[in-house]
């Protein structure tokens, strides 16, 4: 039996495989997020205790004993350790926004966009970068007082290993060279980051493995770390020929391309390129900060039930009834396929006859449109797949195949930790039918009318959107 473990923003998951890639059993916790004034954090204790939690309860129901463990989870954030793994101060989430300030300053100045023509990460308010920078400048005792500033999943692992490592993929953001995949010192420089240089795990190439020693599962089971949720998702859902793309329809909103070209001079600085397990190949990442999370502001702002979604878009046509939503619902404003700290979410058209349905369908075409963004962005010219808990509503599925005008391979399931169980296999050299774990449930083909329709309306957002970034430089006291 394979395991792999998922340990996500807002929900901490595990499922169990067989040899032929069947989802046998998947147990799943929430974790919390203490959100206040754009500060989001996370209680480390919490999240490794649902790890644990999951585990337990998993592995105790399984009829066969369990042969191998992957481990992915969120990326981005700073969670400082001790020696032993343990918390010096909550998690800073990659949600959180404190240190915009730092950012804006850096987006003023040529640090940005050289960081990102060194590293091929653009940084954003919520990424280790701008917040080990803010917490030098005001919590510099913390530091001083950590060992490690760890990402979310090598926490987990080191916890339960005792092995202090991190991954290509995490470290993408914002340190490492692509190119020769360790840490850029120049960068770091850049960043006023070079004396704090000791707190970065060192980068295992390929993925750091440990024997199990903590408790959750069986004592000695061998465990693989990585690669972070976004290129984990990639690997459980097939994406790895070039063109080829994803989109994650999660709290975050990520669209990942697969490429063997790293161009780090073109265009405006965005996204990300995530080192592969595969040398010379990268994800070509645009993660938009808000997707389903805006979906459920909207859900619990107007009271309406998840249930009741489907019936609501389908009894609603498209464009809303001309209301429109800009999704940028995160207090760090978006990343992806630009950064824009102070940008905001918009709603127009609302007017006394705006129904329920109108704010739920204009926010899933504005979240779709947002993906469609991306992906042009990221250089999509193959299949896509998609996955994540958007792809439990139908009628949003069928929106999203109408906006982006393309076939969409649905890949259902735990998605993630699917493919971080790949990962473990190829780094211990189990094999496994990669075809068969990565089959698709269903494909969802566009209708042409609608989709033509949305072609007008995606420019229509594009001019929206547009506007509604000149504002937020405004607000940030920069020429508009």
């Not at 989430?93 to 987006?107: I, K, N, Q, T």
């Not at 990460?121 to 917490?135: H, Y």
Request: glycine letters at 12%.
């Amino acid at each position: 039996m394979y395991v792999g473990i998922d340990v996500g923003t807002s929900m901490v998951k595990a499922a169990a495989f067989d040899a032929s890639g069947r989802e046998v059993a998947v147990e799943s916790r929430p974790v919390g997020l203490d959100i206040r004034d754009g500060r989001v954090e996370q209680d480390m204790d919490e999240v490794y205790g649902a790890v644990v939690d999951v585990l337990t309860t998993l592995t105790s129901g399984l009829d066969s004993p369990v042969s191998l463990a992957g481990l992915t989870g969120q990326g981005d954030g700073v969670w400082l350790v001790d020696a032993e793994g343990r918390p010096v101060r909550p998690a800073i989430s990659w949600m959180d926004g404190r240190a915009h300030e730092v950012l804006d300053a850096w987006m003023a100045s040529d640090v940005f966009t050289s960081v990102f023509r060194r590293t091929g990460s653009a940084m954003f308010p919520g990424c280790p970068g701008p917040v080990l920078a803010w917490l030098d400048r005001h919590e510099p005792k913390v530091l001083d007082a950590a060992a490690t500033a760890l990402y979310c999943k090598d926490m987990v692992f080191q916890r339960l290993t005792g092995v202090r490592a991190t991954d290509v993929s995490d470290a993408s953001m914002p340190f490492l060279d692509p190119r020769t995949r360790t840490y850029d010192d120049g960068a770091l420089a850049l960043l006023g980051l070079g004396h704090r240089r000791g707190l970065l795990a060192p980068v295992s190439d390929p993925v750091a493995v440990g024997d199990a020693s903590g408790p959750g599962l069986p004592a000695g089971t061998r465990m693989a770390n990585g690669p972070y949720d976004l290129p984990a998702c990639a690997l459980g859902a097939g994406v790895t020929r070039p063109g080829d793309g994803l989109l994650i329809i999660g709290t975050c909103l990520a669209s990942l391309v697969a490429t063997d070209v790293l161009d780090l001079e073109a265009g405006e600085p965005a996204g990300l390129y995530i080192s592969t397990d595969r040398e010379g190949q990268w994800l070509r990442a645009m993660p938009a900060m808000v997707g389903t999370a805006a979906l459920d502001w909207v859900l619990n702002t107007t009271g309406v039930r998840h249930e009741e979604v489907d019936a609501l878009l389908d009894a609603t046509p498209p464009g809303a009834n001309g209301v429109q939503v800009l999704p940028y619902f995160a207090p760090s404003g978006e990343r992806a396929p630009f950064v824009e700290p102070r940008l905001r979410a918009e709603l127009t058209g609302v007017s006394l006859e705006t129904t329920k349905g109108d704010l739920v369908r204009a926010t899933c075409e504005g979240i779709a449109y947002a993906a469609r963004h991306c992906l042009e962005a990221a250089g999509l010219t193959g299949t896509l797949a998609v996955c994540g808990g958007g792809t439990r509503s139908p009628a949003w599925l069928r929106l999203f195949a109408d906006v982006l005008g393309r076939p969409l391979r649905v890949v259902e399931g735990e998605v993630g930790a699917r493919g971080a169980v790949l990962a473990a296999a190829e780094r211990y050299g189990v094999e496994l039918d990669v075809a068969s774990w990565t089959r698709p449930t269903t494909v969802v083909e566009p209708d042409a009318g609608r989709a033509e329709h949305y072609t007008v309306g995606y420019a229509k957002h594009l001019a929206h959107l547009a506007e509604a970034r000149t504002r937020a430089r405004g607000r940030a006291g920069t020429p508009g």
